[in-house]
């Protein structure tokens, strides 16, 4: 039973500390996105690439966040420096055509 | 530009009660049309699916059927348990650019 992956799954970290989240796509997959899930703006949606190429990163807060595919099998996303309005659940999805697959989360708190 | 609106929750209801929760659409084409489910702790589950007008998706004894005449996808259940509380978001895929268009969830809570 395929899945996505996420690491780590929880995080409590201090402001201005650097935090990366890493997610392993079900393999096969070359469309990954990353969501960011808070009880006040639900699900936004941060960024996405297909076959590793950036497609859309407009969502993400471009001074502090960033998102990268080193190779199809892990994409990363880095906060630094992290704030406390970063604390959320963030997730990876994975998928080929139309149906997407939702990794468990990493669930972010910055003090 | 394409959206999608479901009810606002809370949506409580009993045990074995019969369940409804509404989604409309606004898209050109032909979308296709999710429902997912996310439970306390976890990532969202896919439900079901429907690709077309008239389709109907089902998984788990919930229900969707694709109304294109209408632009909806309402999700029923005949007979609700407690667990399936949970928050239930209706999408579309509107098969331009990958992504999908996201409802803001419905949470549905199940008292015994």
């Known amino acids: 039973d395929a899945r996505v992956t996420q690491t780590p799954r929880h995080k409590v970290t201090e402001m201005g500390q650097e935090v990366t989240m890493r997610c392993q796509p079900i393999l096969g997959h070359n469309t990954v996105f990353w969501y960011r899930q808070t009880m006040m703006q639900g699900l936004e949606l941060l960024a996405y690439?297909?076959?590793?190429?950036?497609?859309?990163d407009s969502g993400m807060p471009k001074d502090r966040f960033s998102a990268e595919m080193p190779d199809a099998t892990l994409a990363t996303l880095k906060i630094q420096p992290s704030e406390p309005r970063d604390s959320a659940v963030y997730f990876c999805a994975s998928g080929l055509t139309d149906t997407q697959y939702f990794g468990p989360g990493t669930r972010l708190t910055v003090l | 530009g394409d959206s999608v609106t479901q009810m606002e929750g809370p949506v409580t209801l009993s045990e074995e009660a019969f369940l409804t929760i509404n989604c409309t659409y606004t898209?050109?084409?032909?979308?296709?049309l999710f429902w997912y489910v996310q439970y306390p702790g976890e990532g969202l589950q896919l439900l079901l699916k429907?690709?077309?007008a008239d389709d109907k998706g089902s998984n788990k004894g919930f229900e969707a059927t694709y109304r294109k005449e209408t632009t909806s996808f309402h999700l029923e259940k005949g007979s609700v348990q407690v667990s399936d509380s949970a928050v239930y978001f209706c999408?579309?895929?509107?098969?331009?650019?990958?992504?999908?268009?996201w409802g803001a969830g419905t949470k549905l809570i199940i008292k015994p």
């Open positions: 429907a690709t077309k």
């Open positions: 690439f297909r076959n590793r190429a950036p497609l859309d």
């Open positions: 999408a579309l895929f509107p098969g331009s650019n990958y992504q999908l268009i």
């Open positions: 898209a050109t084409g032909y979308p296709s």
